[in-house]
């Protein structure tokens, strides 16, 4: 870690202490126990993605997807020559840079003068590089990030620096949380405010795992939910047989699921309450007299009379004014103030008894005759009962009180529950239950070979178990982030979802290539995730595809890595188009020819970049405002302060900015 800006920071402030602070310091570290998650971090090989450079994005358009297969620069299909079908976010008029394109989440005009105009993202490449890519395009700007890290099951399922980790590595364990580390710390940043992490697990790994993320997202711990993968039983093993898994959840304050609307079907008003339709509820807790002893006590009705007595295993749920030195002092109202609001339903139509002497109230109590609990008719008096005789010559109810609780009252929707291990007699199809269901992880493997013919990927994760929880936790027009993507799952996800309730989610998928030195040429990211995506967006085994609108577009970006130091000399003005417009307006498209190009307008501000300032360039800018009615322009330029002395000469005012600047700028320094 002594790389990271945090050692650096604290090996700073170490400078200036002498040496018994020192000394002091080094005793404290030795001697107190932190509470958490250790790991070896420096004896392991240092992961090779790990570097100082810049992360630049190219668009690697023939690998891209328009939904209209390959689709030139120009808009027209290659083979056919006829404008492409579906062509939204295509360019409607060459000839004229001024041209309308879809508004993408968030209202702001968007598009450059090159293409295509995509929203989706596929990146290839170690997502430690895709993150540092989109910690510099999208920090703080997305509401869901899905992930299924490899398990690091010791049966080789991932990668450290080219080479499989097997269950015979040393340092097995160690790895594979400094890797992950590493890759959460940096998707920390790019959540908004509401935003969540669901975290796909094992349950060998869960705990490690567990332990990690809390490290990462300290007090953002939601919860986990447990899916069945699958219900046949395996021989291995003497005792379980595995056949679940966990998803962890981490959220910012502000997230919540969405729950479903709750139904008034358990809500009536019979008795014309004007506050409208109430459901009765207990009006105890599950406290004994013991414990609560301010809670057993007996509700009087006051305008009937009539006298109920506690349940000694379950007391009322609010304290009596009697019992109360201060009532302003209570944190929940009194039963009294309750039954002053006419929030208490006593029954009406019940047997009344007075039993006028202590022995016929134990008469009573010896035959049974007396008042019982509703479910489990658990006697209300006996002769234990303390203060036996204020129940003589009294008109004592054999019915209970409830509370009403009123529609108007209640928060409007029911959270999922975590669990799928029912209690006995539990009813699935309550009202008051929202369950999360999934069909078994073999529907996974079904859809990848339904959709490229063959089982090309191991261990998919099933379409619909992303999609459930997508619809638990995002709203129409997120960006939803899967930065191990493997086949892409999640992107088939989101489209699903979007073609059910027309939302506008977009997706953007982080795959490697799995390239490794056994299989050199292997590029998992272009050849599975991809093609299935393509292939999806198209429409397979008779299912419709997707248009552009509802998300069938998407596109690839290979990274491209430079050093710091030759930034000036290795950026190229397509990889500064392409960050630019990822970071302004978080869609790519292929970069035009020529020294100005327009990256897209927000509000009534033109964003462009000019690559060369000469008297070309600075002519085509003066002349922006007026041929393309726009009131403001944002230009990035290598010499800014030239082109804004130049443009102020012509009358036109310009914002205009460095680009080198803009390119660096979230994109040095680690995140630790
Ligand atoms: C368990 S699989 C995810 C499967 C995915 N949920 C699906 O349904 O297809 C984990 C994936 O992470 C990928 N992976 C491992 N290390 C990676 C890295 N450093 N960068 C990007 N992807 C990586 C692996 O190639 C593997 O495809």
Redesign the pocket.
């Known amino acids: 870690m002594t790389d990271s800006p945090r050692a650096a920071n604290l090996l700073a402030q170490l400078e200036h202490l002498n040496e018994q602070q020192l000394r002091r310091l080094l005793v404290e570290h030795l001697t107190k126990q932190k509470l958490g998650l250790y790991w070896e971090a420096s004896a392991i090989e240092r992961d090779a ?1 790990l570097n100082a450079d810049l992360v630049l994005p190219r668009l690697v358009e023939e690998w891209s997807c328009t939904n209209v297969g390959r689709v030139s620069p120009s808009g027209r299909n290659p083979t056919s020559g006829a404008p492409a079908h579906g062509n939204v976010g295509l360019r409607d008029d060459p000839a004229n840079p001024t041209y309308t394109l879809p508004s993408p989440a968030g209202g702001r005009g968007a598009g450059g003068e090159g293409g295509f105009t995509h929203r989706n993202l596929i990146i290839e ?4 590089d ?1 993150l540092r890519l989109l910690r510099a395009t999208h920090a703080g700007k997305i509401r869901v990030i899905y ?5 690091n099951t010791g049966n080789k ?3 450290y620096n080219d080479h499989y980790v097997g269950a015979n590595d040393r340092w097995r364990h160690s790895q594979w949380l400094e ?1 992950l580390y590493r ?1 959460l710390a940096l998707a920390r940043d790019l959540l908004t405010p509401e935003g969540v992490i669901l975290v ?1 697990i094992n349950d060998e790994n869960r705990a490690r795992l567990e332990l990690l993320m809390d490290e990462v997202f300290p007090g953002m711990r939601v919860g986990s939910q447990v899916w069945r993968t699958r219900d046949t039983t395996s021989a291995k093993g003497r005792n379980f047989s595995d056949v679940h898994e966990h998803i962890l959840v981490y959220a910012r304050e502000a997230f919540a699921f969405n729950g479903r609307e709750k139904t008034q079907k358990k809500y009536k008003n019979p008795d014309n309450d004007p506050r409208g339709p109430w459901n009765g509820d207990p009006l105890t807790l599950a406290f004994d007299r013991i414990q609560r002893k301010n809670l057993f006590y007996p509700v009087h009705n006051p305008k009937t009379g009539r006298w109920y007595p506690c349940d000694e295993n379950r007391v009322w749920a609010y304290a009596t004014e009697s019992r109360v030195e201060n009532a302003a002092t209570l944190q929940a109202e009194t039963m009294e103030e309750w039954i002053r609001r006419e929030k208490i339903l006593f029954p009406t139509e019940e047997r009344v008894v007075v039993w006028n002497t202590l022995d016929e109230l134990t008469a009573a109590i010896d035959c049974g005759d007396i008042p019982v609990t509703p479910k489990r008719k658990r006697p209300l008096l006996t002769r234990d009962t303390p203060d036996l005789e204020f129940w003589v010559g009294k008109p004592v109810g054999f019915g209970r009180p409830l509370f009403k609780k009123h529609w108007v009252d209640l928060q409007s929707h029911i959270n999922p529950v975590s669990s799928w291990i029912s209690r006995i007699n539990e009813i699935y199809d309550d009202e008051d239950f929202v369950v999360m269901r999934s069909p078994q992880a073999g529907e ?1 493997t079904e859809v ?1 070979q339904e959709v490229l013919g063959s089982k090309v ?1 191991q ?3 099933p379409p619909t178990l ?1 999609r459930e929880l997508l619809r638990q936790a995002t709203q129409p027009n997120d960006i939803v982030l ?9 992107g088939q996800a989101v489209l699903e979802l979007n073609a059910e309730d027309g939302g506008q989610r977009r997706f953007i998928l ?3 290539t ?1 390239a490794n030195t056994k299989e050199p040429d292997k590029n ?1 990211c272009r050849d599975v ?1 991809a093609e299935r995506m393509r292939r999806v967006i198209k429409g397979y085994s008779g299912r419709a595809g997707y248009t552009p609108e509802q998300g069938g577009e998407f596109a690839y970006l290979q990274l491209d890595k430079v050093e710091a130091a030759d930034a000036h000399f290795e950026i190229d003005a397509a990889h500064a188009f392409q960050l630019l417009a990822l970071k302004r307006l978080g869609v790519v498209c292929a970069a035009s020819e020529g020294a100005v190009q327009r990256l897209g307008r927000v509000e009534d501000c033109e964003l462009l970049v000019c690559n060369e300032v000469n008297d070309a360039s600075i002519e085509i800018l003066a002349a922006w405002p007026q041929r393309h009615g726009v009131a403001r322009l944002a230009i990035y330029s290598t010499r800014p302060k030239t082109l804004s002395e130049q443009l102020a000469a012509r009358g036109v005012e310009a914002n205009c900015y460095s680009l080198m600047d803009a390119l660096l700028s979230g994109q040095r320094g680690s995140a630790i």
């Open positions: 993605a490449g170690d997502n430690y895709s992930i299924d890290p490899p398990y399922d991932w990668v890797f890759r796909s996974g990848i990927f261990y998919p994760k992303i899967d930065f191990f993507a493997g086949s892409g799952t999640t982080c795959s490697s799995e998992l995730c």
